[in-house]
């Protein structure tokens, strides 16, 4: 899966310190991303790893084209220890080659409003 390709985080990223949720494309809305809390591991929690894996998807994405949003990837596999992300990368079923910008929000609940 494997593109070859960096793929950049979006200007206005929920996960980067510098965006206002309130001017993220595409209908923002406070509830909705409230929910995106379901996408968040409990670092080193191996009880979801036989499941299917919840991903945070980039708003600039398509539903016929959803891809992950790069800084939850950065956070998920970085300090959330997201173990069946770890393990989707590894196997290929998840491009992790990604870049951020900008300082980021060190856990989910900071990226809301």
Known sequence: MASGKTRRQCAKCPWKKDTDPHDIPNGYCETKHAR???????????????????????????SEKELPCVGWLEHQLGAG???GLRLAVMHGHVDANIETVGEQHDCFEDTLP
Do not use: F, K, Q
């Open 36 to 62: 995106l809390s379901s996408t968040i591991a409990t670092p080193a929690d191996i009880g979801g790893m036989g499941g299917s894996l919840r991903m945070m998807a980039c708003h600039e994405t398509t």
């Open 81 to 83: 220890n997201n173990l």
